[in-house]
């Protein structure tokens, strides 16, 4: 199997599992008991903290979570007064949103153009005083494209409002502004393991919790896992040390892919957005035939987390594609563990597969 799926979830670093096995096969202790043993487990999770907060802003605190949808749920509910939000958001975010919206709280949802950037005179008249939060994605998990995050967190700022920034898919990869008031952020598309994320909190910013019972993380309550956490600090912590290699990694995988896709749409804007998120159409493909003809390779049809639902994806409605454009599109995923010849390899498998189609 050829993996890639990136977006939806990356492969656990070596370095990650060893650093998780001994909190999974001998030290058990909770890491919020006061004796000798739960002291040890808490400062395995105190090292894992501070390395995940390594590639985070200054002026700030990470609160664990068991992942980003509870890490941006928390922010969004724990936090007061209109909201303002992006129509490429995800589901995280947008379902959230309209939770609030049901109990009354005020939304605005802004538009994209084509190339899937937010309207900035739509924002700029949005983001006004009265409005309480502005939740914009940095890097968007289905076309890869890039938000202007700094400009809409210093309008966020200038209204006084708190800017949320789900930073999920550009953790470790795409620099964050010092401006956000709360960040969300995951462990499994860094490479860590799944069942825990982070939201950091700026110093000084109180978020109404999400869950209640024992308030071990500030806010937010639930033993937290030694094992999880050790292996989110590891991944974040290589990460850091491997983000020049592997930027230049992804612009190789970049750059092969592109060459070997020439003919098909780029979805989204080529000059700003994370290189290792591909989504490209091709006019009339049959993505479910063609998933079916290249089952030994490990890609998507749009965002995993809406796969089965049947609905086209909303990403693609946003940025102006017809339901036919949106199911002839397909999102390839790569980085740090992909191998070059495995990529060629797959999209000329890819490529001959849609060809045949026509035929």
């Not at 040890?40 to 995940?52: F, L, P």
């Not at 409002?161 to 598309?189: E, M, N, W």
């Not at 500030?218 to 974040?236: E, V």
Request: glycine residues 10%; hydrophobic residues 45%.
């Amino acid at each position: 199997m050829i993996y890639l799926d990136y977006q939806a979830t990356t492969p656990l670093a070596p370095e990650a599992l060893v650093a998780m096995l001994p909190w999974l096969e001998s030290h058990h202790a909770n890491p919020h008991s006061a004796h000798r043993a739960g002291r040890a487990a808490k400062a395995a999770v105190e090292v894992a903290r501070d390395q995940v907060a390594a590639l985070l802003p200054p002026g700030g605190r990470v609160a664990f979570t068991s992942g980003a949808t509870e890490a941006l749920n928390w922010a969004i509910k724990g936090t007061a007064g209109a909201i303002v939000t992006i129509a490429t958001e995800h589901a995280a975010v947008l379902d959230t949103v309209a939770a609030e919206a049901r109990r009354g709280r005020p939304v605005t949802i802004l538009p994209v153009g084509s190339d899937g950037i937010i309207d900035m005179v739509a924002a700029q008249a949005a983001i006004s005083p009265g409005v309480g939060l502005v939740a914009a994605m940095l890097v968007n998990n289905e076309i890869g494209v890039v938000q202007p995050v700094e400009q809409l967190a210093a309008m966020a700022r200038d209204a006084g409002a708190l800017f949320l920034c789900d930073a999920v898919q550009g953790y470790g990869r795409v620099t964050i502004p010092p401006g956000c008031d709360l960040i969300a952020v995951s462990a499994h598309k860094v490479h860590g393991p799944k069942g825990i994320g982070a939201l950091w909190i700026r110093d000084g910013l109180a978020v109404e919790p999400l869950l209640h019972g024992g308030d071990q993380e500030g806010g937010r309550s639930g033993t937290l896992s030694p094992a999880l956490c050790a292996g989110f600090g590891m991944a974040a912590r290589l990460m850091a040390e491997r983000r020049d290699a592997d930027l230049a990694h992804v612009d190789r995988l970049w750059s092969l892919a592109t060459d070997r896709l020439r003919g098909w749409t780029i979805n989204g804007s080529i000059d700003h957005r994370y290189r290792g998120n591909l989504n490209v159409r091709r006019d009339g493909l049959d993505v479910n035939r063609l998933m079916s003809d290249c089952r030994d390779i490990a890609f998507s049809a749009g965002s995993a987390c809406a796969s089965g639902s049947g609905r086209t994806s909303h990403v693609l409605r946003a940025i102006g594609l017809s339901d036919a454009q949106a199911r002839s599109s397909i999102r390839l995923g790569f980085g740090r563990y992909t191998d070059e010849d495995e990529l060629v390899r797959a999209i000329g498998t890819l490529v001959a597969a849609a060809q045949a189609q026509g035929r």
